[in-house]
């Protein structure tokens, strides 16, 4: 996906030296809040925009012309190296991270982050790497926390941090971690945003204050950039755990940033603690259903030698292959009903819990 070359003598203007950067990540229930901040902004608006929005490797992503048709700026999937200008909305395309360099972007199909590419997280760390205190970091509707360490670190390099009011989201778990885990500058409606931001963006650039890197970020940002060999320092940015990654099995490591706990394989895969536990989770139902398709098997293959048997007058043979199908049937019971009850736990689920349980014995 290279940009191809302008032939034409016009030339896009260039981002300013004290320009914002505008980073905005959604999931589930997204599309309303990032259409209420699209359609707000006015056609003189300068700072340029990048949206990584979670969506499915085939989707058509129509996402730019939507939120074209409520926009005179421009509104389009970025190209890989394409120039970074002002006045310009840039959105993820599909089965694609989006990365911010000094000056361009980069469109690549590194590792999947929270299970998903495009992802939020990689995002925000490459912007927050390239022009540290000069990037707005907004996070908008949308189901578990994808985005959070992202949010963090452009707080750690001096970025201010906006979250959707989680009342206003349609999916208020993203705004919801986002609050809990990193220190939020602002959490309005969407509706607000366009207002917040133009108020922001003309404010005098405060001085450049980044805290020390407990993670090395550009480490991070060339794993997600498909870097040869970036993915084996993986290791390095944390202590090894005894999980193994849901999507190629690799031992993950641990890695901790101020409240937040995630972790990355040597392959690049990278998970927050409620993506993990969501992964595994639907990796042991696969297990369970690849089980019990074998005792289903098994089921078929045993009454087929008993019919076998009985068709041969012997029925003593007939009898114990019929017996061990029925034992069977009622073990491949147990694991469906094993499958029914599974839980799909996440931290908001458990504290949700927990406060049901303390209003009961109130």
């Known amino acids: 996906m290279k940009i191809k070359k302008d032939a034409g003598p016009a030339q896009e203007k260039v981002l300013g030296e004290k320009e914002r950067i505008i980073?905005?990540?959604?999931?589930?229930?997204?599309?309303?809040?990032?259409?209420?901040?699209?359609?707000?902004?006015?056609?003189?608006?300068?700072?340029?925009?990048?949206?990584?929005?979670?969506?499915?490797?085939?989707?058509?992503?129509?996402?730019?012309?939507?939120?074209?048709?409520?926009?005179?700026?421009?509104?389009?999937?970025?190209?890989?190296?394409?120039?970074?200008?002002?006045?310009?909305?840039?959105?993820?395309?599909?089965?694609?991270?989006?990365l911010i360099e000094q000056g361009h972007v980069r469109v690549t199909r590194g590792p999947k982050e929270n299970r998903f590419r495009?992802?939020?997280?990689?995002?925000?760390?490459?912007?927050?790497?390239?022009?540290?205190?000069?990037?707005?970091?907004?996070?908008?509707?949308?189901?578990?926390?994808?985005?959070?360490?992202?949010?963090?670190?452009?707080?750690?390099?001096?970025?201010?941090?906006?979250?959707?009011?989680?009342?206003d989201a349609d999916i208020p778990s993203m705004p919801q971690n986002a609050l809990r885990d990193t220190p939020v500058d602002h959490c309005v409606p969407a509706a607000d945003f366009p207002a917040l931001l133009l108020k922001i963006t003309q404010q005098r650039m405060p001085a450049r204050r980044s805290k020390p890197e407990p993670v090395p970020v550009k480490l991070e940002k060339d794993i997600a950039g498909d870097v040869k060999g970036a993915g084996m320092k993986a290791f390095s940015l944390g202590e090894l755990s005894p999980f193994s990654c849901p999507e190629c099995h690799g031992v993950l490591a641990l890695i901790k940033e101020g409240n937040i706990i995630r972790y990355r394989c040597h392959t690049g895969h990278a998970y927050s603690a409620d993506t993990l536990l969501s992964g595994l989770t639907e990796q042991v139902e696969q297990e369970l259903y690849s089980a019990m398709r074998g005792m289903e098997e098994s089921i078929l293959l045993l009454n087929h030698m008993g019919d076998h048997y009985a068709e041969d007058n012997e029925p003593a043979k007939a009898a114990f292959c019929f017996k061990k199908a029925k034992e069977a049937e009622e073990r491949s019971q147990q694991v469906r009903n094993i499958i029914s009850n599974q839980e799909a736990l996440t931290r908001e689920r458990i504290t949700e819990e927990l406060n049901m349980g303390k209003n009961k014995t109130a």
């Open 118 to 167: 495009p992802a939020i997280d990689p995002l925000f760390r490459s912007a927050a790497y390239a022009y540290r205190n000069r990037v707005i970091g907004v996070i908008v509707s949308g189901a578990l926390d994808d985005g959070v360490a992202g949010l963090w670190t452009i707080k750690n390099n001096g970025g201010i941090s906006i979250v959707q009011d989680p009342a």
């Open 23 to 98: 980073v905005v990540g959604g999931s589930a229930g997204g599309v309303n809040a990032l259409r209420a901040f699209v359609k707000g902004l006015p056609a003189d608006f300068m700072s340029p925009v990048f949206i990584a929005w979670h969506m499915s490797p085939d989707a058509s992503g129509i996402l730019p012309e939507l939120l074209g048709t409520l926009t005179s700026l421009k509104v389009a999937h970025a190209l890989d190296y394409e120039p970074i200008a002002p006045g310009r909305i840039y959105v993820a395309p599909p089965d694609h991270h989006l």
